[in-house]
Each structure stands twice: as structure tokens, then as C-alpha cells.
């Protein structure tokens, strides 16, 4: 006789547990310790703490503290590249190189808190791989690829338009704007400039770049009405 939601005689029917939602459940605590107190002071008691759960459940999940920070620093890195998606969607699908290129460019900065932890989550990692052999940067050095190749066919695009100087080297220029936004997203975490600043290199870079092309609603984006 069943005795109740318990199940038979009282016993409790085991949990189904989401692994994968387990995971980003303790990526996303790792995420909010090192954001508010450094990566350095995210150990796996802290995380633990933050998650409500285990240590040893943490354990079970990422065997060692470095293949937790490469799981969080990826899973940060993956919702950075959702609202690229949905900035993106929101141009529609008739929005020309500019728009497009402006609108990447614009979530890379770190002027909100989303942003903000990546980039510190991002330096820390950074920082830390160079002398620790156990952290890859890899994936996310392959993340910043696929940014530059995104930029550069929409560059070839605008010289297919008529936008850009065809002799422009596409590749080259996109590079030299992801290298210009990384180093603008440092200047504006540590206070050296503003995101507006920022914003407004950029926007002298993309005059010069593509003089013939519309800024479109995406300069909204760049303006700062997210």
C-alpha cells in the first residue's frame, strides 16, 4: 500500500538530478566568488559554501579546482556568446557590416555585471596560466578566433558593398579590433577610462574603417541604451 508521495511503506523515491544543471550551478558560484573576492580566493570550500553544497559533491563533479575554472571560465565564455546572439537577432537579418560589427564589439565591453566578472574571471585565468601548465587557455583562445572571423567576413562584405576600401586587409583589421577592444575592456575594469570612452574609440575606429557604411541601430548599442 502506498503511504503517501514518499512512495511504498514511506521510502523516498531517489532524485533525478540534471547533471549538466548541476555543473553550471557550481560554475555559476565559482563565477560570483572570484567576481566579488578574486579567483585566487576561489577555493573549492568557498565554492562550496556559495552553492550550498559539499565539497566532496564538488569533487565528484570537477576532480581538481583547475578543471572547475576551466569549466566556469567556458561557461562564462558561452553566455558572453548568447547576448552576442541576442544582440544580434535583435539588428534583424537585414542589418549591414557596421550594424553588425558594432554590436559585437559593444557587448565585449565590460559595462554591466556580467561583463565585468568575465573580464576579471578572464585576467585572472589568464594571469594564472602562465605559470600553471594545468590551465589551458585554448578554448578560449579559440573563442577570440571565432570573434575575429565573424568581424572579418562581415568586413569582406562591406567591401563587397562598396563600404570599405577594397584593398583592406580584412583579417588583419579584424584582429586589430578585437586587440583594440581587449585592451579597452582592461582600461575601462581598472578605472582608466569610462565604457562611453571606450565606445567612442571604437566608433572613431569603425568612421575610419567603413566611412560609406550607416551606423544603424546598433550605434544605439554603442551608446550605452542597452
Known sequence: MDSGPGGEYGERMPKVVDHEQRRQQI???LLRVAGARGLHQAGLREVAAEAGLSVRLIQYYFGTKE???LYATQYLAARLGERWQVRLKALG???GPR??????LAVALPDDEDSRVFHVIWTSYLALSLTD???????LARG????VDVIAAQLRK???AGQTPSGLDAALEATSLVALSAG??????????DAAQARAVIRYQLDRLLPEAEPGIAGELLAGNK
Open 27 to 29: 560554475a555559476g558560484a
Open 67 to 69: 578543471q572547475l575554472l
Open 93 to 95: 537579418a537585414g542589418a
Open 99 to 104: 550594424a553588425v560589427i558594432e554590436a559585437i
Open 133 to 139: 601548465p594545468a590551465l589551458d587557455m585554448g578554448p
Open 144 to 147: 577570440s578566433e571565432m570573434v
Open 158 to 160: 562591406a567591401q563587397e
Open 184 to 193: 579597452l575592456s582592461t582600461s575601462v575594469l581598472v578605472g582608466d577610462r
